[in-house]
């Protein structure tokens, strides 16, 4: 059975504007620890989202506590949500944005480890398939299909099962904006379903951690707690990971960070769109963490445990302002 430890304590506190509702901002309290490590005979990961705006706001501050945080934990890959370029993504592999939105952004040499990226809304204002063309010229950028699969050794044998999902065509609203969402009507969502569920169907005893990586959240307190667009997300994935349980899904969109389980449900969401511009957040029906800083997430697995940091970057150094572990 999975257990769930939060290791820092957490002070919740509600604002309210002159009116007496209830603010969308919702700002978390919480001790400040310096202890970060990888688990033993484990791997680690970060996650990041929302971020391609050539430095702009604190893209580069959260890209130097990034590099940091990669020496702390050893890193074997980065997991990108989506929004990797700004406004209208890349429109060819030459595109300047890759230069001044990632290869001199992520300079530190622990983010030259693979980065696994999904898509998100503003990369569909671009050249999609520039983006996965761009696997073939750099050694880290892996996207080889706008939804692909990555099963990654932990430890004697045992497996990561990383799904990485394209959660655009699965929005009804950018159907009916084909002009603005390039190409987006040509993708089968019924194909991308039917593959995820196959994927996650997989009875291997040897996969023993579950994570799905999209760019939509299935749930937010943040901007769009109530829109329609995450309510449609919610409805059609929140099934299927509880169905074949998995353990966490990394998502963004909100530029902000969030921590999100359900109430008797399994699967956690780790929302991470806090990687340059911010907005404000709040909370929502399971809310353990929510607050709209600058910065990113960093995860630690081994067989039989992972733990993940909730990381916030300031002008000099950062703070790991949330912790949580969960055990099998």
């Not at 980065?78 to 300047?96: E, H, I, K, L």
């Not at 998995?246 to 921590?259: F, K, P």
């Not at 929510?290 to 950062?318: C, E, H, K, R, W």
Request: aromatic content about 12%.
């Amino acid at each position: 059975m999975k257990k769930i430890i939060i290791t820092i304590c957490v002070v919740v506190c509600l604002f309210f504007n002159a009116s007496g509702q209830q603010s969308s901002g919702a700002l978390f309290d919480v001790e400040k620890t310096s202890e970060i490590s990888p688990l033993k005979k484990g791997i680690s990961f970060l996650a990041i989202g929302d971020f391609g705006r050539h430095g702009a706001y604190t893209q580069k501050e959260v890209a130097r506590d990034m590099g940091k945080v990669a020496d702390f934990l050893e890193i074997d890959f980065t997991v990108s949500v989506g929004d990797n370029f700004y406004p209208n993504g890349v429109q060819s592999t030459q595109d300047y944005q890759w230069i001044s939105s990632y290869e001199s952004i992520y300079i530190h040499h622990g983010l030259h480890e693979p980065w696994f990226v999904a898509l998100g809304n503003h990369d569909y204002e671009g050249n999609v398939q520039a983006q996965i063309d761009y696997s073939q010229i750099s050694r880290r950028w892996e996207m080889p299909s706008r939804y692909f699969e990555k099963l990654i050794e932990i430890d004697n044998g045992k497996y990561l099962q990383l799904l990485v999902i394209d959660t655009n065509p699965f929005i009804e609203k950018y159907q009916q904006e084909k002009t603005k969402y390039l190409g987006i009507e040509k993708q089968n969502t019924k194909k991308q379903l039917k593959w995820i569920e196959k994927k996650l169907a997989n009875q291997n005893p040897n996969i023993v951690w579950k994570i799905v990586v999209g760019h939509h959240p299935l749930y937010s307190g943040g901007k769009r707690k109530d829109s329609q667009d995450t309510k449609q997300i919610e409805k059609l994935f929140e099934p299927i990971f509880e169905k074949y349980n998995v353990d966490a899904y990394i998502t963004g969109h909100e530029h902000d960070l969030q921590v999100i389980q359900r109430p008797n449900k399994k699967v956690i969401q780790f929302l991470s769109g806090a990687g340059s511009e911010l907005r404000e957040t709040g909370l929502t029906n399971g809310t353990l963490f929510a607050q709209s800083v600058p910065g990113f997430m960093a995860f630690s697995l081994n067989n039989n445990q992972l733990d993940v940091y909730v990381i916030q970057s300031s002008t000099n150094d950062f703070n790991i302002v949330y912790k949580q572990s969960i055990t099998k």
